[in-house]
């Protein structure tokens, strides 16, 4: 089915997200939750995910599914396949269809049976001839018309043999409803919530229940988040992103550079898996940078067993994403806090690609050592005791939300990925909490669940929060990665390809992908035309001979035909002289 509405309303939407400290918002893909309900019903739905109605039989089936007492709403569009209007409410059926009719199968027995069910139906009256009848019970005199109602009122007009029988009925209590013409071009939303709002009202429920769930294909998800990716790119990309990061990543050091903190057990190793993050995965090269000149001087910086009074002034000297970054909190572009562009930090450095390749051929930082480094970061460094311990109860936690992945199972970089995505969320919901509580949120910058349907509408399989990993996993790349970030010179190791030469290598092999399928397609045009030239010379080399043919035919003929003339009047020349000869003798 084709899904109209948009994932994204607005790059800045995002961005906005972004700096509003994001949480998640689900879990593992549900079982029920599956794309393509068609493939399982697929007997009952046509291709456009509308009940398609071909006989009268068609839709008695579709009223036998709904039931009286649970108020449903049986819906149909009498349309007319060659008609222009009907064309253009087209996509606009298809996605209330899907709203209604795919989404009652997705759901499944998450669904309340107490909810009316909206069932959505279409009738080609103007291109079938089997439809005649049929169609003229319901005397829909424009096109396309929208009928809706109960069961019982669609098998009132199927009790009558002609439209002046409906004469009889109760036009207000006992008919189907038309809904109104102008409201079938207002868009989606206008349609279902129409929908909705009288199917609601009928079965005696209050305003605001959803009754359909949108839907997405596998390939529509996809090419949803292709969209977003052009759109990110169009306004401004990253730029916005990877700024922020910068001054919460250069704030990090000068926040962690106190002796208390340097002091204490582990505090060195844990500051160098930190610096080894920074230089592998940072989508900042400038930050990248400095912790490659950190790591390279640490033992001039912080030497093993050093005075941390003499380390903390070693560090006070050092920039650790050079000295254009500006360390003050007044100059981020999207957040306002230097937590804000520390957990977009983590979330990207969690989705970047290392930069670099191992020497040995093995990962330079698995989902296992992003988990530890992490840990060991937040739990030597980050001076809010506050923050730190509810983030070290989260890191002990044996799962962080209803995804089946476990805190002690993460091994590959998509696990802590999605792992830290759950973790976020925890966090922004007990923050949530705690505003409400002491009523001192900001209304404008709110915690919530990300990402939401206006961030990323794909990215929830059903209505009940369940996510798509997979394609949150995808949309985190989107909004976190750095496509253009340069890789600096680490010695021991290869620079990989960046982000932005494995897109122009892969626009590339699509442009000579696209180069070899016009050379194939011109050569077999060129072979077909050439094909036509020799049918066409072979044709023409046939017509000659049956034109020579036609002329010694004809030759022949007049050969024939001259000979019988000379034995004719040879014939009568002697039948002459004859005639003369014997009237001689006579005389």
């Known amino acids: 089915a084709h899904q109209g509405q948009a994932i994204w309303t607005d790059a800045k939407n995002a961005f906005g997200g972004l700096a509003q400290h994001f949480g998640f918002g689900g879990g593992s893909v549900a079982e029920k939750g599956k794309e393509e309900v068609a493939g399982a019903t697929k007997n009952e739905w046509s291709d456009t995910e509308t009940f398609d109605i071909t006989k009268e039989e068609d839709l008695v089936e579709v009223l036998e599914k709904a039931k009286e007492g649970r108020h449903d709403l049986v819906v149909m569009e009498v349309y007319a396949s060659w008609c222009g209007a009907c064309k253009k409410f087209r996509p606009v059926l298809e996605e209330v269809a899907n709203y209604f009719n795919t989404g009652f199968e997705i759901l499944g ?10 069932l959505i139906a279409r009738a080609n009256c103007g291109g079938q001839d089997s439809l005649k009848k049929f169609c003229n019970k319901f005397d829909a005199e ?3 018309t929208i009928l809706y109602g109960s069961p019982e009122r669609f098998r009132n007009h199927l009790s009558v043999s002609k439209p002046e029988d409906l004469d009889s009925f109760d036009k207000v209590n006992d008919l189907v409803l038309e809904m109104p013409f102008e409201l079938k071009f207002k868009g989606l939303q206008t349609c279902i919530t129409f929908l909705e709002q009288y199917a609601l009202k009928q079965a005696g429920l209050r305003e605001g229940l959803k009754l359909g769930f949108v839907s997405y294909t596998e390939e529509k998800r996809n090419e949803e988040l292709a969209k977003f990716k052009s759109k990110r790119k169009v ?20 926040y962690l550079n106190n002796a208390l903190n340097l002091k204490k057990e582990g505090a060195r190793d844990a500051f160098i898996h930190w610096q080894g993050w920074i230089a592998h995965f940072h989508p900042s090269e400038k930050c990248m940078q400095g912790a490659i000149d950190i790591l390279a001087d640490l033992d001039t910086i912080w030497p093993e067993g050093a005075d941390p009074d ?3 002034d070693n560090l006070m000297e050092v920039k650790q994403c050079g000295d254009e970054v500006e360390l003050d909190e007044t100059q981020f572009w999207s957040c306002t806090e230097y937590t804000c562009g520390l957990w977009m930090t983590f979330h990207a450095m969690s989705v970047q690609d290392d930069a670099y390749i191992s020497p040995t051929g093995e990962d330079s930082f698995t989902g296992a050592d992003m988990m530890s480094t992490l840990h060991g970061f937040i739990d030597k460094f980050f001076m809010c005791e506050v923050c730190r311990r509810h983030f070290l109860q989260v890191l002990a936690q044996e799962s962080v939300g209803p995804t089946l992945q476990r805190t002690h199972e993460v091994q590959s970089q998509k696990d802590f990925a999605l792992w830290l995505w759950e973790a976020h969320n925890v966090v922004n919901i007990r923050l949530a909490g705690e505003e409400a509580e002491n009523g001192n949120g900001d209304p404008e910058r709110p915690k919530y669940v990300f990402p939401n349907d206006e961030d990323c509408s794909v990215c929830k399989v059903d209505s009940r929060g369940h996510y798509s990993v997979d394609h949150v996993h995808k949309y985190l790349e989107i909004v976190y990665q750095n496509p253009v970030r340069k890789h600096p010179d680490l010695p021991g190791y290869e620079k990989k390809e960046t982000l932005q030469e494995k ?11 696209r180069q070899r399928e016009w050379e194939e397609k011109r050569k077999n045009e ?10 066409r010379r072979a044709r023409e080399r046939r017509e000659r001979q049956n034109r020579r043919k036609n002329q010694e035919h004809q030759s022949g003929l007049f050969r024939v035909l001259f000979a019988v003339v000379i034995i004719i009047v040879g014939c009568g020349a002697l039948l002459i002289y004859y005639q003369k000869h014997m009237l001689q003798q006579k005389s």
């Open 310 to 312: 003499k380390v903390e």
């Open 526 to 535: 060129e072979e077909e035309e050439a094909g036509e030239g020799a049918a």
């Open 142 to 144: 424009k096109w396309p």
């Open 503 to 513: 897109e122009q290598k892969e626009m590339e092999i699509q442009r000579e992908q």
């Open 109 to 118: 027995d998450q669904r309340d049976p107490n909810l009316p069910r909206v």
């Open 235 to 254: 306004r401004g990309g990253s730029a916005t992103v990877v700024h922020d990061m910068e001054i919460s990543t250069g704030l990090a050091l000068k």
